[in-house]
């Protein structure tokens, strides 16, 4: 320490000017120091206090109903779980839960004893029962321990001082080495050196009026560097001369270097941009190489279907449908996720009625959700508009796909629906089930492309994990947003909200028809595969058309040169010539036999430019391989409309008669499902139907309205599917004033007991048509 102090001391003597730089340097930074300290300090104490309150407001917010929860459901293992996490939080010393739940007061404690010093607050625990109301059911007391507060800032401002003061030390010691060092001696230079310039003496050395000193001192430093400046500066315009040089050199090789790599980036880019098209390329080929294959396939299925098989061969033929149709929808999503990622959105926006759509997608999946045993529902906001414009088509697809997820991951309970608007132009659409539920930690990266939660799901439910990307991706694309709430082992609920433009009254174009029974059409079918012609021959042959085969351009040519038919279906991918060449010269050939001959494309390449190019060509329809017998008659129906109304021009059908034309939506169910699945239906809803309408009357009379709502959901969901309108909106009644807790007047009761009656009557009356007609 001695020599330290006289170190200091001699420096002192040898350096004053510098020495007093030093302590007025160190002085004022430690004043700012000491102030910047005692800032930091008042701010770490008020970060410390916010997030003290932010930690009782998330403690209110998220911690006290599950404990009351907890506390109700007598779950003392998940009360304690419950409070140690409390306690995890930073400063928490003490909790104490009362209740009388529990014998004694549940204690919980980082310390041994409570602290005299420790803030206390107080939480009362409610608990809302769907039967008894709000109830009080304990009180929760904790302590944050204040002095450990105190005592981390002290301790944080401690070590910011002392830190802050070594920094001081550190620079003033440098202020004072470069002071020193190069301020002090450049400076008298810089007086000389300007001097020497004005007087324009440059040659000249410097010459001191002073009597010679023994020691070297500053002012003989001085001198003796300006001395020598005389040729330093000659030598440093020389110098700079030569760097200025090199400077200009390096930048001429960097700025070719930056062009470059420039061009290096360029042609990255286009790499990348190719394999991509490659890409799509590649799935566009696969798709209909693939597809190729499967119209034989599915094709001879259906052929099959029509034969005399023995029960077990049947359910074998079943089967292998069943996989082939699935096979098909996995290379289906591939292909749709490739029109996506290509930026194809088809369809534009138009007038639609969205009750319309959304009830076409629920009676779609009806027999999904039906077959599994769930409750499939749908709540629409009563202050929704009947008509929006936006693109209908891909609204369906997104709200099929969700349901489609829900109900394939939910093994029992339900799935619903819900529509709400967010504002005037936008609506939030919500589907939830009682499934499977998805991590928290899976439920980001579920809607990348070939991708679900875990790889298990994937063996067991199956799929390409592309339906969700390709929601994601229609959302997006149509200026909405997507997103999933879910709880492993409760469910979960997907949501999207798009701009949907309300309007008061539409002009929605109406659905195709279903394809009708038509006569005997002359049918030319152009088709070069040896499985396929006999495919789609057969197709054709069983609805009774005649069919003219012909393997090739030439062929086609030639025969339509000398005949006239009533459609011709024309693979768009033949030998030596395509398919719109080909229909092209059959339009222009000097014969006019088949000028205006509908021509319908049959094909695997079903890309949107592709059915474009079709189109624009004069082409009157698109059937895509694999060919399914009732897309393939549909096909033939639009191509043979003729009348203004756009109907076709053969006969139709007979349609339903008696009470099934008075209910169209069990017709439909009818025509999709077939006589014995609607009777079996009719049947099961005939014997529930009394029990569950005295269930309901006796829980309304009981006062559980909770019970009630649930029960009216459910019947009248039931009701509404089976096309008992009437009965159905009764019902929602009933349900409707159970969910706001209104009290329920006998009258609607008794209205309740005497449409039960009139349901039951009609259900008797629709069994013994179905009877008749069979």
């Known amino acids: 320490m001695k020599k330290l102090l006289r170190l200091i001391a001699d420096y002192r003597k040898a350096h004053p000017l510098s020495f007093r730089m030093f302590i007025m340097v160190f002085a004022c930074s430690l004043f700012f120091s000491v102030i910047s300290t005692s800032l930091q300090l008042y701010i770490d104490y008020q970060k410390e206090q916010a997030a003290i309150e932010d930690r009782l407001r998330l403690i209110k917010s998220s911690y006290l109903d599950s404990l009351a929860r907890s506390i109700w459901d007598l779950n003392t293992e998940q009360t304690l779980l419950q409070l140690k996490s409390i306690l995890d939080m930073p400063h928490m010393a003490f909790l104490r839960l009362e209740s009388d739940a529990f014998e004694q007061p549940l204690l919980l404690s980082r310390l041994r004893e409570p602290l005299p010093s420790a803030s206390t607050y107080h939480f009362d625990l409610d608990y809302r029962s769907p039967t008894l109301g709000e109830r009080q059911i304990g009180r929760l007391e904790l302590q944050v321990d204040v002095g450990s507060i105190h005592r981390q800032l002290l301790q944080g401002a401690m070590i910011t001082l002392f830190s802050y003061t070594l ?211 749908i709540e629409l906001a009563p202050v929704l508009k009947t008509y929006y414009r936006g693109h209908a088509n891909r609204l369906r697809q997104i709200l099929t796909n969700l349901l489609a997820n829900a109900i394939k991951f939910t093994e029992q309970g339900s799935v619903r629906l819900e529509i709400a608007p967010l504002a005037p132009n936008r609506l939030r659409f919500a589907v939830r089930d009682t499934g499977i539920g998805i991590p928290a930690a899976q439920q980001q990266r579920i809607f990348n492309r070939f991708t679900q939660a875990d790889e298990s799901i994937t063996r067991q439910y199956g799929g390409t994990g592309l339906g969700l990307a390709i929601c994601q991706t229609l959302v997006q694309a149509m200026g909405g947003t997507i997103g999933v709430r879910s709880t492993p082992g409760q469910g979960s609920e997907f949501w999207f909200e798009l701009p949907l433009e309300p309007l008061d009254s539409g002009t929605e174009q109406a659905p195709p028809a279903q394809a ?131 109907q076709p021009a053969t006969p139709a059908n007979r349609p339903p008669l008696g009470l099934l034309a008075a209910n169209p939506l069990l017709a439909e169910s009818l025509a999709i499902l077939g006589r014995h699945k609607v009777k079996t239906l009719l049947t099961r809803f005939r014997r529930q139907l009394p029990a569950e309408c005295r269930t309901l009357a006796e829980e309304i009379a009981a006062g559980d309205l909770y019970e009630a709502e649930q029960l009216a959901h459910k019947l009248a969901g039931a009701s509404a599917m089976l096309g008992f309108a009437e009965f159905s909106q009764l019902v929602q009644q009933l349900e409707t004033r159970a969910r706001r807790q209104a009290q329920i007047p006998a009258p609607l009761v008794d209205e309740l007991n005497r449409g039960m009656a009139d349901t039951l009557a009609r259900v008797d009356a629709l069994l013994m048509e179905l009877d008749r007609r069979h």
């Open 167 to 377: 920094t001081i030390l550190a620079i003033a010691f440098s202020i004072m080495f470069l002071f020193q060092r190069r301020v002090t001696r450049h400076l008298e230079a810089m007086a000389h050196y300007v001097e020497r310039l004005g007087q324009g003496y440059l040659d000249t050395p410097l010459a001191l009026d002073r009597p010679p000193h023994r020691a070297q001192d500053e002012l003989s430093t001085v001198v003796s560097a300006l001395n020598k400046m005389r040729l330093a500066i000659r030598q440093d315009l020389e110098k700079r001369e030569q760097e200025h040089t090199q400077l200009t050199k390096h930048k001429q090789e960097l700025q070719a270097m930056v062009e470059k790599r420039t061009q290096s980036l360029l042609r990255a880019k286009e790499a990348a941009e190719s394999a991509n098209q490659a890409k799509s390329q590649f799935l566009e080929t696969m798709t209909h190489e693939i597809r190729t294959p499967m119209n034989g396939i599915l094709g001879t299925i259906q052929l099959l279907q029509h034969a005399r098989l023995e029960a077990t061969e049947r359910g074998y033929l079943h089967t292998l449908r069943q996989s082939s149709e699935h096979l098909l929808m996995l290379l289906n999503d591939v292909l749709d996720y490739a029109k996506l990622e290509q930026g194809y959105l088809s369809d534009e926006g138009a007038d639609f009625s969205l009750t319309g759509l959304v009830q076409n997608c629920m009676e779609l999946m009806q027999a999904y959700a039906l077959k599994k045993q769930l409750d499939l529902g």
């Open 516 to 646: 009708q029974a038509m006569d005997s059409l002359s049918l030319l079918l152009v088709e070069d595969m040896p499985i396929n012609q006999q495919v789609i021959t057969g197709l054709l042959e069983h609805d009774g058309h005649l069919v003219c085969l012909a393997e090739n351009g030439e062929s086609a040519l030639a025969i339509t040169a000398q005949q006239s038919f009533d459609v011709i279906l024309m693979d768009m991918h033949l030998p030596n010539m395509d398919g719109v060449t080909i229909s092209r010269r059959i339009r222009a050939h000097p014969g006019r036999l088949n000028e205006h001959t509908p021509i319908i494309a049959v094909t695997a390449s079903v890309m949107p430019r592709d059915i474009k190019r079709y189109l624009d060509a004069g082409l009157q329809g698109v059937v895509a391989k694999p060919v399914h017998q009732q897309k393939l008659r549909q096909a033939l129906v639009n191509a043979c409309r003729t009348d203004a109304a756009g």
